[in-house]
């Protein structure tokens, strides 16, 4: 289905951004029988997730957990004739691109399937009402009209500038990281979050020499304690170079060649390729939501209420037609977040009366890291737990291996560590925080049991599954 490009009559929802959190709303709203538009400016449906996310990045981890199992074969479970690994990313890559571009395919498929007409171009909200779109194809602008508009146009990386960094735009951000036709030999990522680690381990285990500069002393800062603290020392364990309370101050050299990266320390890292991954910001410029009125924060992000409508700064009228949903409201980063809160606001919008007060909760949300050892955490850290019950905080946490490293040698045993946070004497369980081999699995069924309210005897009272690593989880004393 090739983009519309002509003016079309008035549609009962428009979404603008055509990423998870817009296709799904207007796809849900489609299936309510709404005559709707979605308008995306880039050449590919999906969003970040699909083309530079969740998606490409997982199979790249899937690449390097395979890597680090056959170094086990050999030695620990004893197969013959398993060369150690070399991966090809040049041969790769284009694999990997191709499976994403079936997905864009689906994606239109599916629009398609649900009547919802597609635009490609670049959106800017004129009026309450109206959306003006500049073609892609360079054709005249035009405008189409919808009775309501929901912004769903995700985040993108926040790079330093050259005047804030010298030689800041001679790297890549994670966006640019997709885009790699071959494997940097060395690499500095710069940033402590769960992007900066989940690329850092994908280079590290595929065999670049990998040196990721933090301006702390931990990665995951605000993941619990128990993460940061397990995570970064096997970072360093299994040779990545992390450097602590380090902060960039200039780069030098020439794009594609070799860079020379200066530290706060007066140290210089000579590397391939630098990367930043030091947050992301919301999409916000050129949609003319600041001139509708529509409040940002300081930020940058859309401010909504619990209804994902979007606020307006004083002075203007409360509008009551004009939505934001997924990152660009700055909250919970995360493409099943947006997919839920679209889904949801179409059904409250377009839907029968049951959802007439549907919304999206962000409370106990899960979220899992790609990390080697996978992470998996869902609701209040302990300084979280801590803070908001005080002493009615209690721990059960265990550490051990799985039994998958029973037969691997000692310096290559990933660690496992589980940790439940409950509250008061009922033990209601506020906090699951998991990493080791499985985790992001391990998660997703304990996250309901937390979203349901479960004691700490619920899962007492299930029969753990033996012998796997969830077990604990049920088992802990």
């Known amino acids: 289905m090739a983009p519309l490009n002509k003016l079309q009559e008035k549609y009962d929802y428009i979404c603008i951004g055509g990423g998870s959190g817009g296709v799904a709303s207007s796809r849900r709203a489609a299936s309510y029988g709404k005559k709707v538009a979605l308008i995306e400016s880039s050449p590919h449906l999906g969003g970040t997730c699909v083309n530079v996310g969740c998606v490409p990045k997982k199979i790249m981890w899937h690449a390097a957990d395979l890597a680090d199992r056959l170094r086990h074969a050999s030695k620990g479970y004893h197969f013959e004739n398993v060369p150690p690994p070399q991966f090809n990313w040049a041969s790769f890559k284009p694999q990997r691109d191709a499976y994403i571009r079936r997905l864009n395919g689906i994606y239109e ?21 109206e959306v003006q779109i500049t073609p892609s194809d360079g054709g005249e602008a035009y405008i189409v009209a919808g009775d309501y508009i929901t912004v769903a146009t995700g985040g993108r990386p926040t790079v330093p500038s050259d005047d804030q960094i010298p030689g800041a735009s001679l ?46 002393e931990r990665v995951l800062r605000t993941f619990d304690p128990i993460i940061q603290d397990t995570l970064t020392p096997w970072m360093e364990h299994t040779g990545i170079n992390i450097h602590k309370n380090t902060s960039v101050t200039k780069v030098e050299g020439q794009k594609g060649g070799e860079l020379t990266v200066h530290l706060n320390d007066g140290t210089q890292l000579k590397v391939d390729c630098v990367l930043w991954a030091i947050g992301r910001h919301a999409n916000t410029q050129g949609l003319g939501l600041e001139e509708l009125g529509i409040k940002l924060d300081k930020r940058g992000d859309v401010v909504v209420d619990e209804f994902q409508k979007a606020l307006f700064v004083e002075g203007k009228p409360q509008l009551e037609n004009i939505f934001a949903v997924g990152d660009i409201q700055g909250k919970a980063l995360l493409t099943p977040v947006a997919i839920a809160a679209g889904r949801r606001l179409s059904n409250r919008l377009f839907g029968p009366e049951k959802f007439k007060n549907d919304k999206l909760s962000y409370e106990d949300i899960p979220t899992v890291v790609f990390s080697h050892p996978t992470i998996g955490t869902v609701g209040l850290t ?17 550490s051990f291996r799985s039994l998958y490293f029973s037969q691997i040698e000692e310096e290559h045993k990933e660690p496992t560590v589980y940790k439940l946070i409950v509250v008061g004497e009922e033990e209601r369980v506020v906090g699951v925080h998991i990493i080791g081999q499985g985790s992001d699995e ?35 004393r």
């Open 442 to 476: 391990v998660l997703q069924g304990f996250a309901v049991a937390v979203k349901m309210g479960a004691r700490k005897q619920d899962l007492d009272d299930t029969v753990a599954i033996h012998p796997t690593s969830a077990e604990e989880l049920v088992t802990l």
């Open 171 to 216: 790297g890549i951000d994670s966006d640019g990281f997709f885009d790699l036709e071959d494997q940097p030999k060395r690499v500095a990522v710069v940033g402590a979050g769960y992007i900066a680690v989940e690329l850092a381990g994908v280079l590290h285990t595929l065999g670049s020499e990998t040196h990721v500069l933090i301006r702390r």
């Open 382 to 398: 302990e300084p979280e737990a801590r803070q908001k019950y005080g002493s009615a905080v209690k721990i059960y946490k265990s």
């Open 109 to 129: 498929n599916n629009l398609a399937k649900e009547k919802v007409d597609y635009y490609g171009g670049a959106a800017r909200l004129v009026s309450p009402n």
